[in-house]
């Protein structure tokens, strides 16, 4: 599978954004999605998961009650609202997949097997 995410920009403090991630070549339906960010100097961060169904969520202490992980299987798509931003929310977010399997969602990037190419968001103060 193939992902593309889009979405990001300039916002200000307290503003919104909604990340999407595309996917191809193969139905989303046959993965979990994690959202996961990286500023610069840092490592790569987890931000949120959802599974292949969408009934299960997981999110970083970070972004609870700011972030919303949410899917459209028909399609083909993830989505990442953001709200309530702040300037330590800036970096290059990526969204990544892993083939659904019948365990709890993973926030560990590594075993996360496909992934977009990032978008920047920039929160101004």
């Not at 959802?50 to 299987?73: H, P």
């Not at 931003?85 to 083939?99: F, G, K, W």
């Amino acid at each position: 599978v193939q992902l593309q995410a889009s979405g990001g920009g300039l916002v200000q403090t307290g503003g919104s954004l909604r990340l999407s991630c595309a996917a191809s070549g193969r139905t989303l339906n046959l993965y979990d999605v994690g959202w996961f960010r990286q500023a610069p100097g840092k490592e790569r961060r987890f931000v949120a998961a959802i599974n292949w169904s969408g009934g299960d969520t997981s999110y970083a202490d970070s972004v609870k009650g700011r972030f919303t992980i949410s899917r459209d299987n028909a399609k083909n798509t993830a989505y990442l609202q953001m709200s309530s931003l702040n300037p330590e929310d800036t970096a290059v977010y990526y969204c990544a997949a892993v083939v659904r399997l019948p365990r709890p969602l993973s926030s560990n990037p590594n075993e996360y097997i496909y992934w977009g190419q990032g978008t920047q968001v920039t929160v101004s103060s």
